[in-house]
C-alpha cells in the first residue's frame, strides 16, 4: 500500500484556538483537518491529537475558533503554532491577534478568513477527537490565498509533525 496517496487530498492549514478561561492560558495548534460539515446549521469539523494541549483546551472550553492559514505564513509563523506545545508556550504572546465572540483567540496575520464555533459533538476517532462545531461568528480578514497542505510541502518545504492526523511513518 502507498500510504502516500492520502498526500493529494486536498485540504488547508488552520489555527484552531480555545479559552478555556479560569485563568487557564489560551492553546492553539496547527492543523490540516478544518472542514465544512453543513451549511443549515453551518457546522465545521476540526480533527485534533488527544495529546495536543488543545485537544484538552477545546474540551474543557466546548467551543474553538478555526483560523484559515494564508500564503503570506512563513516557516516561523507555522512553527510557533505547530511545532510548539501551549502547554508550556503562549503562542500569541508577541504577536497580533484578535478575539472571537466565543472568546477564543485568534492570528489577526498570515490568516485570510475565521470562524469560531460552539462544539455540538465530540467524536473519538482513535488518536484524535474530531470536535464539529456550530458557527457563531466569523470574518474575512485579507485577500490572500489561502495556503493548502500542497503549498507547505512543495513551496515551503514543510514536514508533517508525528501528532498530524495526516502523519504516516516513514514519509513526511
Known sequence: MDASALFKFSSGLYVVSADPGAGERAA??????GLQVTSAPLQVSVTVNKENFTCGAIERAGHFSLAVV????DMLFVGRFGFRTSA??????????????????????H???????????????????T??????????????????????HT???GKTPPK?????????
Open 164 to 172: 498530524a492526523s495526516s502523519y504516516v511513518a516513514g514519509i513526511s
Open 70 to 73: 494564508d500564503e503570506s505564513a
Open 131 to 152: 470536535f464539529v462545531g456550530e458557527v457563531v461568528d466569523a470574518g474575512n480578514l485579507s485577500g490572500v490565498p489561502p495556503m493548502t497542505y500542497a503549498y507547505y
Open 111 to 129: 490568516v485570510c478568513s475565521y470562524v469560531a464555533c460552539n462544539v455540538v459533538q465530540t467524536v473519538d476517532v482513535g488518536t484524535h477527537l
Open 88 to 109: 508550556d508556550f503562549d503562542k500569541y504572546d508577541g504577536i497580533a491577534s484578535a478575539v472571537a465572540s466565543t472568546g477564543d483567540p485568534y492570528p489577526a496575520e
Open 155 to 157: 513551496t515551503l518545504k
Open 28 to 33: 492553539a495548534c496547527l492543523v490540516n483537518t
